[in-house]
C-alpha cells in the first residue's frame, strides 16, 4: 500500500494515526494492523506523516444502501459534510442504521479524540444522522 492508502486503511477499519512531532502514533483497533499494514506503514512513514500534517481535514466514511451497495465516501470538510452529502445523494436509501453503527464503532474504538474541533465535528455529524433517522 501506498502512504494515502495506508490512510484510508486505517480509517476504514478504526485504526487512529496521529503524528507527534517525527512520531507515527497507532490507537484504536489495533487488531486491523496487520503485518503487512505495519511493513507498509514503516516503509511509508514519512509520507504518512507528511500527509497528515500537511493535508486539509477530510472524512472517510463508509455508507452502505438499503437493497446492497454502498462504499465510502471521501470528504475535505468532515464528517458532517459527508454525512450531508450522503443523504442528498441517496435519500432513503442510505442505511442510516450501517452509518449509526459506525459511529458507535468509532466512538468506541478512538475516542478520545484529543482535537476539540475533531470531537465537535463528529457530535454535529452524529446529530444530524439522529435528525435524519427521526424523518424516515
Do not use: C
Not at 7 to 15: P, Q
Not at 52 to 62: D, K, W
Not at 112 to 134: F, I, N
Amino acid at each position: 500500500m501506498n502512504a494515502a492508502q495506508l490512510i484510508d486503511y486505517a480509517t476504514s477499519t478504526g485504526l487512529l494515526l496521529s503524528v507527534k512531532g517525527d512520531v507515527l502514533k497507532l490507537s484504536g483497533n489495533r487488531v486491523a494492523a496487520n503485518d503487512a499494514f505495519i511493513r507498509d506503514l514503516r516503509q511509508h512513514k514519512a509520507e504518512v506523516i507528511d500527509i497528515l500534517v500537511h493535508q486539509p481535514v477530510r472524512a472517510v466514511l463508509p455508507y452502505a444502501l438499503h437493497g446492497g451497495g454502498g462504499g465510502q465516501i471521501i470528504d475535505p470538510d468532515g464528517l458532517l459534510s459527508a454525512v450531508t452529502e450522503l443523504h442528498q445523494r441517496y435519500g432513503k436509501r442510505l442505511d442510516l442504521e450501517h452509518l449509526a453503527a459506525w459511529f458507535e464503532q468509532r466512538v468506541t474504538l478512538v475516542w478520545p479524540v484529543s482535537d476539540r474541533w475533531q470531537v465537535e465535528q463528529e457530535r454535529k455529524a452524529l446529530a444530524a444522522l439522529k435528525s435524519m433517522e427521526k424523518r424516515q
